[in-house]
């Protein structure tokens, strides 16, 4: 079983749906939550940063955490053709000589249709 | 400006040669990592410096060997490649804990 899970999708959505996307992981050290969005043969650019649990809002964007679950999400609020992309939950134990390791979901691919 | 830059875009090659990725960022940063993408997307963390000092090695084959002339570069040597070496290589550079900045890959074929 791998450290961090994620639906690879793909999830299909009508262009202003909310679009809901999860994580669940099994390393109770992770405090660092990160999602990140990635085009097609581009690289992963940060979205949304979380530290241990809670919400945090960024636009149409939130994210949230659960560390009592052991669960992450991310929600996109009236989505766009432009939201279609893979996202990629990653998190860390936040230990600096560790070198910040990220640990990466496997992405769940989206897609807006107009 | 390019944050986080990697040459080449695009690498194909044939089984046993060897080849080199290079990365250099101007953020400023003090660690600078490697992560390999495969097929299915799943991103895995190869190697990490820190201020030119190895910090992550994780369990890759020894013909994978980077390299860290600074703090603002981070090259990858491979040798003797094979079929399964293909993948899009990516660097990345951070300051804090897990704000990782990434650069465009670098998509390897070897036939």
């Known amino acids: 079983q791998k450290e961090v899970e994620q639906d690879p999708g793909p999830l299909s959505v009508p262009e202003g749906a909310i679009v809901s996307l999860n994580c669940t992981y099994s390393?109770?050290?992770?405090?660092?939550f990160m999602w990140y969005r990635q085009y097609s043969r581009k690289g992963p650019e940060l979205l949304m940063y979380?530290?241990?649990?809670g919400n945090k809002e960024d636009g149409r964007f939130t994210a949230q955490v659960d560390k009592s679950s052991k669960y992450i999400s991310l929600f996109i609020r009236d989505s766009q053709p432009s939201d279609s992309a893979t996202y990629l939950c990653a998190m860390s134990a936040g230990i600096k000589a560790a070198g910040n390791k990220l640990t990466f979901g496997g992405g769940t691919r989206v897609l807006v249709k107009p | 400006d390019t944050a986080v830059s990697q040459t080449p875009k695009y690498l194909v090659t044939q089984m046993g040669n060897d080849k080199s990725i290079k990365c250099e960022q101007n953020l400023g940063h003090d660690t600078m990592y490697w992560y390999k993408q495969d097929s299915k997307k799943f991103l895995k963390i190869m190697f990490s410096y820190n201020n030119k000092e190895l910090i992550i090695n994780e369990t890759v084959p020894n013909r994978f060997s980077p390299k860290s002339p600074d703090k603002a570069h981070l090259n990858l040597h491979i040798n003797s490649l094979e079929l399964g070496d293909s993948a899009v290589y990516f660097c990345?550079?951070?300051?804090?804990?897990?704000?990782?900045?990434f650069g465009p890959g670098t998509r390897l074929t070897v036939t």
């Open positions: 979380t530290y241990s649990s």
């Open positions: 990345a550079s951070s300051q804090d804990y897990g704000t990782q900045y």
């Open positions: 390393n109770s050290a992770f405090q660092y």
